[in-house]
């Protein structure tokens, strides 16, 4: 029953918004978004107010809550990132935060709905209805007035594997292997590693399509070891990440995530990023200056990945973990404007 939605596919990553088709010509560069959760979610929301021909390509191992019980029982992949992705790019319009509300709101009850999202419901319906995921994520795209396309790194569910160092605190130097996002986050001890099971899945072909027609792939910010680094572990899109022509940049979180990055500083994200991609070559590193307490450690992290170190002002004002939409993406614009690295002195601060 294979269906996808008129003029949605008019070339693998040269489509605007959902609503509108192709992309006008000055719709700004081609941005392709890797992540998941409130991660790319910030992301995404600045983003989608700097360019039309945006992307996010979503992780799907989430085994948790509403998307755990849907990918149990009916073998689907896990929706809730890929809702959350598509809710972050609605417009600030009526009709786009209606509907991101909509998709958002979880049902209260005492019986089986209670806890699912009605994203969630939305897009896997639209799963068994068309047998395409990606045609199935398009429409609920223009239905919410996306402005940009969501897609799954790979059409098969995964498991994140971890190795986590000192989970019995009766044995800090132990190292336990764990399986699942959620047993990776709630894991006591410390992440030393990902990797995937099945270990070698087949990429989404539209993702590859995408980062392969790309201007600029942003990493993070996110999760690190359950967000951000499994699209480094699926062979064909690591390849695609590393041999891509666009231009990369990381941004950084603006906390350790609790349960996966306690502890870490700014500049240890990045040695884990070149430990879990050798190959992988940075061109800009994004961070909130005020949580950067030894710049120096930062800027020889960012060097050895090949990269420029940008500090800027992105976090929101409230005092809260959470990247500013209006901030980050001021900084995404002057990132993007630069054309030429020998015009950024160092540390360039937005």
């Known amino acids: 029953m294979g269906g996808e939605p008129p003029a ?3 070339a693998a990553y040269d489509t605007g918004p959902a609503t509108t088709g192709r992309a006008t010509p000055d719709a700004g560069p081609r941005v392709v978004a890797l992540g998941g959760g409130h991660g790319l979610y910030a992301s995404l929301s600045a983003l989608r107010r700097v360019t039309e021909r945006l992307t996010a390509v979503v992780t799907v191992a989430d085994d948790g809550g509403s998307s755990g019980r849907l990918r149990e029982e009916l073998g689907v992949l896990p929706p809730g990132d890929l809702r959350m992705a598509l809710a972050a790019l ?7 935060q209606t509907w991101s509300r909509v998709v958002q709101h979880r049902f209260r009850s005492e019986g089986h709905l209670h806890g699912h999202a009605v994203g969630n419901l939305l897009i896997v319906a639209l799963w068994e209805l068309l047998d395409d995921p990606v045609a199935a994520l398009e429409w609920v795209g223009r239905l919410l007035g996306a402005q940009g396309r969501v897609l799954p790194m790979t059409v098969t569910p995964l498991d994140i594997v971890a190795e986590v160092q000192g989970a019995d605190p009766a044995r800090p130097h132990d190292v336990t292997r764990v399986r699942g996002q959620v047993a990776c986050a709630r894991t006591p001890g410390k992440v030393r590693s990902v990797s995937l099971v099945p270990p070698d899945p087949p990429a989404c072909a539209e993702a590859l399509a995408a980062i392969e027609n790309a201007d600029w792939v942003v990493f993070g910010p996110g ?4 967000s951000v680094l499994p699209h480094l572990q699926v062979p064909e899109l690591a390849r695609a990440l590393t041999t891509t022509r666009a231009r990369r940049i990381v941004a950084l979180n603006l906390m350790p995530q609790p349960g996966e990055t306690d502890g870490f500083s700014p500049h240890t994200h990045l040695e884990v990023l070149q430990a879990h991609a050798p190959d992988l070559r940075v061109d800009v590193v994004l961070a909130d200056r005020a949580v950067v307490d030894d710049p120096e450690a930062l800027d020889k992290a ?3 990945l090949g990269g420029t170190l940008v500090l800027a002002d992105v976090a929101a004002d409230d005092g809260s973990p959470r990247h500013d939409p209006a901030r ?3 900084a995404f614009v002057q990132i993007f404007g630069t054309d030429e690295r020998a015009r ?7």
């Open 8 to 10: 949605a596919r008019d």
């Open 90 to 96: 609605c417009g600030d319009d009526d009709w786009g």
């Open 223 to 226: 999760s690190w070891f359950t």
């Open 302 to 304: 960012v060097q050895a």
């Open 328 to 330: 980050l993406a001021h």
């Open 344 to 350: 950024w002195d160092g540390r360039d601060c937005l």
